[in-house]
């Protein structure tokens, strides 16, 4: 590689003198090094004489190469170094939805804007597929409805939010400012398959457990948009996060439970051994975020 320096230095300065000032080394040095240079290579780089020195045909076309390959090893270093503090890369993130102005998409949104060379890749999946997808290193870090206590898996609480029920405009209970679980044991709960679908169901049997007959439960295999299309027609009601309210949909009244005892807890999770300084990075920011929105 010195070699290699030296014959650029040389090259640039068509004077083995000036380039070894450049380098800070001896002129016999700069000599030697190139000389054995071309030995090994089997040509001749420069033309030397009493006027100077030149470089030869195959010199060019050697210093051309070299500085194009050194190019992309000083690149190849750079682009190291950043990926190694977390500032390049990608980080491959499973999310149980992604909707406009909800906390991940403000999160993703700011993230992209601080750290613009590393690329988010989304998958939305539920809670259990998630899970798989870390332990396979098929995803790096996901955002689970809930908080999560998993033997091998990392986690933390980012934020909550409160539950919701929506019904059709048309719905009796409608009318009201909010509403309790007793409330909801005779309505038909449209649940997903996907998302937090499995998390919704879970929540309903461990409501209804020995104080009421468990509401009618119907799974339906479609995304969130199909679903509020489905609750305002009056085909059933479901539960969403309050962030979830915000999205402008015609016909669908949402209303507080008022006896859910907590929040709903929305955690990231991810692999112990996965020490990406760009995940850090993104907790970190999760964190902020969830700061200022609550101080908001």
Not at 121 to 140: G, H, K, N, P, V
Not at 171 to 179: D, I, M, R, Y
Not at 240 to 264: Q, R, S, T
Request: proline residues 3%; glycine residues 6%; contains cysteine.
């Amino acid at each position: 590689m010195v070699a290699l320096i030296q014959t650029l230095a040389v090259a640039e300065c068509l004077s083995f003198h000036r380039a070894a000032r450049m380098l800070s080394t001896s002129q016999s040095s700069v000599s030697q090094r190139i000389r054995a240079l071309e030995e090994d290579l089997g040509v001749v780089l420069f033309d030397r004489n009493t006027r100077g020195v030149r470089l030869t045909e195959a010199g060019r076309h050697f210093v051309d190469q070299i500085s194009d390959a050194l190019g992309i090893i000083d690149f190849a270093i750079i682009t190291a170094g950043m990926q190694a503090r977390g500032e390049e890369g990608n980080l491959r993130i499973g999310v149980h939805a992604l909707t406009p102005g909800c906390f991940l998409d403000r999160l993703f949104e700011h993230f992209h804007t601080e750290h613009p060379c590393i690329r988010l890749d989304i998958a939305e999946c539920t809670a259990r597929e998630a899970q798989i997808m870390l332990r396979e290193s098929r995803l790096d870090l996901a955002f689970m409805a809930c908080t999560h206590e998993i033997h091998d898996l990392s986690s933390r609480v980012i934020w909550r939010d409160r539950l919701m029920v929506a019904l059709s405009a048309g719905h009796p209970l409608a009318a009201l400012s909010e509403v309790g679980w007793r409330q909801l044991a005779q309505e038909t709960f449209l649940i997903r398959y996907s998302g937090t679908g499995p998390q919704v169901l879970d929540l309903i049997l461990l409501r209804s457990a020995g104080k009421w007959p468990t509401p009618a439960i119907r799974r339906v295999d479609v995304g969130r948009s199909a679903l509020l299309s489905m609750i305002a027609a009056g085909h059933g009601v479901s539960l969403f996060a309050e962030e979830g309210a915000a999205f402008n949909m015609a016909n669908v009244v949402f209303l507080p439970v008022h006896d859910e005892p907590d929040a709903i807890a929305f955690s990231a999770v991810w692999l112990p051994g996965n020490r990406d300084p760009a995940i850090v990075k993104l907790l970190a920011l999760a964190m902020e975020t969830n700061r200022h929105s609550t101080q908001g």
